[in-house]
């Protein structure tokens, strides 16, 4: 028999349809689709072939996927079905995912006008209703129908505004596409743009740009893509589509001597762009959005005398023809970058992951983190690291096992037993919490045997600004040395930054003993940009930490230096950026 081998993407394709379909089902179905669906996710990011996974046994030990799961990923690969995919098929009409998300529209509903009029989407069901056929399907009537129709349109609307995703969402997605865009042949190079490139808090769009021979080509095969479940735009050279789990992709495929301006535009932002062709078109010079042309325009005396057409292959050689120094993209945001980049004094050396020596602010068992010390201690070990700051809650954050005297006694121990089988250096830390009199949670004499001190807030967000204001500066007046936690307090589209006078919270960190921190949880990304360059003129010293509750979100790091980047941080204004001997020392809290 011919077997018909579904790659991984389109494996986890049939794996999401059978979750909503379960989902559809209703009642105790929930729990197993959220399984597949976490299934799903865990096979489309399965590094290599899936074949080779599953000679090797190796499915079942991927986290997300147990024994069920793999037999069912087993048949999808070897058959090209599987067989509870083919029975929850036979239990709905077609179309039925994309039709039940029309508000109102039950299940039920669907069969009787599949039945009537075999409608098997959206379109074809709007179609349908305008036509005025819904309204003679038995059970329907005009009402019905109009009420459908707005239905559809108030979906679509939804649909518009949803929800950006979060950055470390919206990178695993991209690395999903892009790992499937180089199965093309036609490839010759792609790369993330738009927002992402940016390394914006959150993306609408993950933009990539491709190159090719034969752009067209990479079009239609982003195109087959299997986890696309709507195609909202699509070109010869270009493609918007709807994944599930709400992610939008949009793909804009060049030839290869177009990619250095196809990549410049797509990066955005619009604000960096416009200004950026403005100073071009002053120079005589056209940095065409469309055709992708560097032309010389006919008034341009002093480029007029050059034979040939200029040729832009990479982005990098667009600002220095302008006369300016390059923008690294996590710049472009039209906050000052390109003033300072035609007067050549961007920051020399802004910070990079490979600069981070030293892993700030974990979490371990002894407060509410998952992982031991020992744990924490050989996964930031792994991942290069010279030392590792242990920092669990203290004692009023009770909620989250804040340490009291005696745990705290005990910890230590636990460090110092660790210490002698690692070689990463372990120093003991804690953050603090910031109580509402600004004063720290442990004694003085307690805080000054730490390596470092962490000051957060964890409550009261509602504070009054003055108030909070007055709170935060009798904190960071403290005489021991601390590092400002997780600022702002704010959490990404869920819980706006407290109100708080920030420039005079930054004025009194600039005379005291204090740092603060570029928090690298993806839904804190705290602080934000332009009060890290605030900070900055103030000469105000950072860390980039990663607030780690695992191993897992060791890999904040990222994003923490990303968010600092933003914010302009150089490598000499970042404290983990120094060995061990000088990070102590710059932080000691006594
Ligand atoms: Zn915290
Ligand atoms: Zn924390």
Redesign the pocket.
Known sequence: MESKKLDKFAIAAALQEISALLELKGGDNRFKARAYQTGARAVAAIAGDIGRALSENRLTSVPGIGNALASQIRQLHLTGTSSVLDKLKEEFPPGIIELSRVPGLSTTKVAKLHEALGVTSIAELQAAAAAGKVRDVPGFGAKTEQGLLEAIADHERDHKKQKRLHLHYAERVAEQVLSYLRTSRDLEEVSIAGSLRRGQETVGTIRLVASSKNPAAVVKHLLRFPLIIKVAEQSESSCTVDLAEAAKVSLRAVKPNEFGLALFWETGSEAHLTKINDIANRKGLALDRESLKLTIKMNSKSLQSRKKPLQIRNEAEIYPLLGMQYVTPELREDAGEIEAALKKTLPAELITLSDIKGMI?C?TTYSDGKHSVAEMARAAEAMGMKYLTI?D?SPTAFYAGGLKLDRLKRQWEEIDETQEQVKIKLLKGT?SDILSDGSLDYPDDVLERFDVV?A?IHSRYKMDAEKMTKCLITAMRQPVFKIW??ALGRLIQRRPPFACDVERVLDVIAESRAAIEVNG?PYRLDMEPRWIREARKRKIKFVISV?A?SMGAMNNLKYGVAQARRGWLQRSEVLNALPLAKFRQAVRPA
Do not use: A, F, R
């Open positions: 602010h979490h920092t809650h953050e962490i957060s936690g997780h949880d607030d509750h």
